[in-house]
């Protein structure tokens, strides 16, 4: 649960239920397979309705196209009663180096929540921002801007690009940077850094209703800072 993109459903955290919700702690059913597509579904089970007990399913779809890896996470109110919702899909990102990794974005003039602050909402100045630190913050509204978060790795590594579609309105940028409390005993954390698409802001999901969050991630050649011989 600490590599991929778990999902944070139907809270991120932290709230009354555990940190980022219940669908990554459950096994999902597939319920479609092609050569490029698969479909993941989850309705509540006996573990989820003994923690939340709300009628939903969800979807994860996903599919690998010639030039990018395209992710869907829909969520249906399936009962008689609305419901308040969060999601986020907490994607880690291998990197050589966290001290080498930049990310840039459209971050300059969003407010963020900086959780390693007491949750204080400051307003980032950066458009490329580098982890020297213990991070956690939210930036809200950044993927509304429409523009890709790309994330550079060092030498050698591939620049990706996040590209927003739906949904996913926020964005979460985390690395315990070697300090972050009860995680001083995580070693590798140089090796990765979380940059997650997120709908923060919980929203009411009336019966019958659908939320819908889709991004794309997308590999850029590998930049090389010397012309090979
Ligand atoms: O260890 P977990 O439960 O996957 O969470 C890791 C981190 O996930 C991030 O999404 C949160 O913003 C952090 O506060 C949290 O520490």
Request: proline residues 7%; hydrophobic residues 35%.
């Amino acid at each position: 649960m600490h590599q991929g993109l778990p999902f944070c459903w139907p809270q991120f955290g932290p709230g009354p239920l555990q940190q980022h919700g219940l669908a990554r702690y459950v096994v999902w059913e597939v319920a479609d397979v092609s050569a490029s597509q698969v479909t993941f579904v989850l309705v509540p089970n006996d573990y989820t309705r003994a923690r939340w007990n709300k009628e939903f399913e969800l979807r994860y779809k996903v599919t690998l196209g010639d030039t990018e890896l395209a992710v869907e996470l829909t969520a249906r109110n399936t009962g008689a009663a609305p419901f308040l919702h969060q999601a986020a899909l907490h994607t880690y990102f291998r990197v050589s180096d966290i001290r080498e990794a930049r990310i840039s974005g459209a971050f300059a003039g969003s407010t963020f929540i900086d959780k390693t602050d007491r949750n204080a909402r400051k307003v980032e100045r950066r458009n490329v921002l580098d982890i020297v630190k213990f991070t956690d913050a939210v930036y809200l509204g950044v993927h509304k801007k429409s523009q890709p978060i790309s994330l550079q790795s060092g030498e050698g590594f591939r620049r990706i690009e996040i590209v927003p579609e739906t949904g996913f309105e926020d964005c979460v940028v985390w690395n315990p940077g070697g300090t972050q409390p009860g995680m001083e005993h995580v070693e590798n954390w140089r090796d990765y850094v979380c940059i997650e698409s997120a709908m923060i802001e919980p929203q009411e999901l009336a019966p019958g209703e659908e939320w819908v969050g889709r991004f794309a991630l997308r590999p850029q050649p590998v930049e090389r800072s010397r012309e090979s011989p």
